[in-house]
Structure formats: C-alpha cells, structure tokens
C-alpha cells in the first residue's frame, strides 16, 4: 500500500476529526492502524486527547490517629486507639510509652 496524496488527505481529516487510529484503518483499507499510528507521528498530526495531569501526592494529615490495636483482629470489638499520634509515631504518646523502651532503661 502506498501513501497517495489522496490517502494522506483523508488521513489528515479523519485524524483531525478524532477518528481512531483502527477506524481510519479501516475507512483507508489494506492499511494496519499501526501504519496510521506510524503515518500520522510522521506527519506530526497533533496527539489524540489531552495529557493526563501529573499525578500529584497528597500530604499527610497532620493529624494521624494512633494505630495501637485494641482486641483481637477477628474479634467484633476489635479496633485502634484512634487518639492522636506522637509526631512522626504510629502511635500516641501513651502507647508510644509502651512500645518503645528508652535506651537508658534497655541499658541497665
């Protein structure tokens, strides 16, 4: 299959009115929609759709509950303490408490 004018011309107006690639494949015939794909970045036809955004990462919540379970997972009570967490732990300060030993007190 070549490229006439003909072929290009009707490429360019199907692309432009933001005909799929197969579907101008098949408007063409005895073309692949790869070879439109291919012929279209060789004209520099404008990309189809709009760039999606950067995907952007949310802050953390100042605020962060304190994850210390209470019960037993399975069990209906089960859940987490839900007060607020020290600064940079998963825990508050009274479960903290609990979970980390000072290294003065690990020592003797």
């Known amino acids: 299959m070549t490229w006439t004018e003909e072929r290009v011309e009707l490429l360019k107006e199907l692309w432009g009115n933001g005909k799929t690639a197969a579907d101008i494949a098949e408007a063409l015939g005895g073309v692949t929609r790869n070879a439109v794909i291919g012929k279209a970045n060789r004209l520099n036809l404008s990309a189809k759709g709009e760039a999606k955004p950067a995907s952007v990462r949310a802050e953390p919540s100042a605020k962060r ?23 940079g732990k998963p825990y508050c300060v009274h479960h903290c408490n609990l979970a980390y030993q000072n290294r003065d007190s690990a020592a003797a």
């Open 65 to 87: 509950p304190c994850q210390w379970p209470i019960g037993h997972p399975g069990e209906p009570d089960f859940r987490f303490c839900n007060k607020e967490a020290a600064a």
